[in-house]
């Protein structure tokens, strides 16, 4: 996904680290750059705001339950065609 606009931190790369963003793993100055693109570009605002809210429903109604390996990669590979669906 792009917004076809320049920006310091492309769209391909905040989109990879958002959960790294909402999980607070990233340092200070990547979260920065993860701020000011969203600030700076609407349809990577949205997306961030769908991931949050999928990771905040999954909190709710799994609770501190591991999640399964084979789980895990097959919703990661779902989002990532998604994705792409979304970009062509």
């Known amino acids: 996904m792009s917004c076809g606009n320049h920006h310091d931190t492309p769209c391909s790369e905040v989109l990879d680290r958002v959960y790294s963003y909402l999980d607070g793993e990233l340092d200070d100055s990547g979260c920065a ?10 349809p990577c605002l949205e997306e961030y705001g769908l991931e ?6 999954v909190a709710k ?3 501190c339950d591991p999640v399964p390996e084979d789980l895990r990669a097959k919703v990661m590979t779902r989002i ?6 979304l970009a062509d």
């Open 52 to 57: 949050k809210v999928v990771k905040q429903l």
């Open 80 to 85: 990532e065609e998604v994705r792409i669906q």
């Open 61 to 63: 109604h799994c609770g």
């Open 33 to 42: 750059d993860i701020r000011q693109h969203l600030d700076e570009c609407h």
